[in-house]
């Protein structure tokens, strides 16, 4: 269902992590023989969020670990958490 939804047959259960990492509730079950990924809930679990921000900040390849830790201490973000 996620797959015909997104309309991508490859990255799927990339899609699912990264809703999963926004603190969406999805599970994997069976329907009718077919696997499908469920989502139980549009409540967005807000304490994700700083976690979300601390792991962009950390991939970014446009800044500068001095700039990556001034983000993440205005933020109030422990670099390491």
Known sequence: MLR?????DVH???????LRELGFD???HE???INVYEL?????DFDMIPAIVRN???QSKALTRAEK???LERAGIPEDG
């Open 12 to 18: 799927t259960e990339r899609r699912v992590r990264e």
């Open 40 to 44: 139980r809930s549009l409540e967005i």
């Open 26 to 28: 999805l599970i994997w």
């Open 69 to 71: 830790q001034r983000i």
């Open 4 to 8: 015909i939804v997104t309309g991508d």
């Open 31 to 33: 329907l009718d023989g």
């Open 56 to 58: 962009k900040v950390r």
